[in-house]
């Protein structure tokens, strides 16, 4: 079984549209126009467990809305797809446990507390118990090099320590998997992803 599937997924945007000024504003509060943005179009694709897929084109080409619907942060206009055997916007609870997302404008991690403390926080949250969350904060620190950087402020990392720590932190309690590997390099994601 593929570890995604997607089929036909379609995600159009009703926006509305306001003239400016006063005028312009109370036309939109009593008689609104809307147009309509197509982010996403009939994407179908399937990926299976360990491979790598990177998503590369103009800003509004449907990148972000394609993971958002993959994590089940969007619904669809149209279309199926499964994560893991989930069907993300009706599962997404249940998905959450098993996959970790990064968007690079919405750091996981605090700033000024070291790495292992939000990890740790990420047990607690994950209902864990401080054993088995030791455990799995030792092999994302492995599979990600980050051992000497869990205690390290994260206002003091450079930007690429940052990312690798913030897709770490993205990971849930049982598999090790990144939809969007922002400003990590292919060769350390490849490396990871095969860790479960």
Same mark, same amino acid.
């Given at each position: %079984?593929?570890?995604?599937?997607?089929?036909?997924?379609?995600? /159009?945007?009703?926006?509305?549209?306001?003239?400016?000024?006063?005028?312009?504003? %109370?036309?939109?509060?009593?008689?609104?126009?809307?147009?309509?943005?197509?982010?996403?179009?009939?994407?179908?694709?399937? %990926?299976?467990?360990?491979?790598? *897929?990177?998503?590369? #084109? =103009?800003?509004?080409?449907?990148?972000?809305? /394609?993971?958002?619907?993959?994590?089940?942060?969007?619904? &669809? /206009?149209?279309? !199926?797809?499964?994560?893991?055997?989930?069907?993300?916007?009706?599962?997404?609870?249940?998905? +959450?446990?098993?996959?970790?997302?990064?968007?690079?404008? $919405? =750091?996981?991690?605090?700033?000024?507390?070291? +790495?292992?403390?939000?990890?740790? *926080?990420?047990?607690?949250?994950?209902?864990?118990? !401080?054993?088995?969350?030791?455990?799995?904060?030792?092999?994302?620190?492995?599979?990600?090099?980050?051992? !000497?950087? *869990?205690?390290? &402020?994260?206002?003091?990392?450079?930007? #690429?320590?940052?990312? $690798?720590?913030?897709?770490?932190?993205?990971?849930? =309690?049982?598999?090790?998997?990144?939809?969007?590997?922002?400003?990590?390099?292919? +060769?350390?994601?490849?490396?990871?992803?095969?860790?479960?």
């Amino acid at each position: %079984m593929p570890a995604i599937e997607v089929s036909n997924l379609h995600k /159009t945007f009703q926006t509305k549209r306001k003239a400016a000024g006063m005028s312009g504003s %109370m036309r939109a509060l009593f008689k609104p126009e809307y147009s309509s943005v197509e982010a996403v179009r009939h994407l179908t694709f399937q %990926m299976e467990a360990g491979e790598l *897929l990177g998503f590369i #084109g =103009p800003n509004g080409a449907g990148k972000s809305t /394609t993971i958002k619907m993959l994590t089940g942060i969007l619904h &669809p /206009t149209s279309g !199926d797809a499964r994560v893991l055997g989930y069907i993300p916007w009706t599962q997404r609870q249940q998905l +959450a446990f098993h996959i970790g997302t990064v968007f690079g404008q $919405r =750091p996981q991690l605090w700033y000024h507390l070291p +790495a292992i403390d939000t990890f740790t *926080l990420f047990g607690k949250i994950y209902e864990m118990d !401080d054993r088995a969350t030791q455990t799995r904060i030792g092999q994302i620190a492995e599979a990600f090099e980050i051992q !000497d950087l *869990l205690e390290t &402020p994260v206002r003091k990392l450079s930007l #690429g320590q940052r990312m $690798r720590c913030e897709v770490a932190a993205r990971n849930g =309690p049982s598999k090790l998997s990144k939809l969007t590997p922002t400003g990590i390099c292919p +060769a350390q994601c490849r490396q990871n992803y095969h860790i479960s």
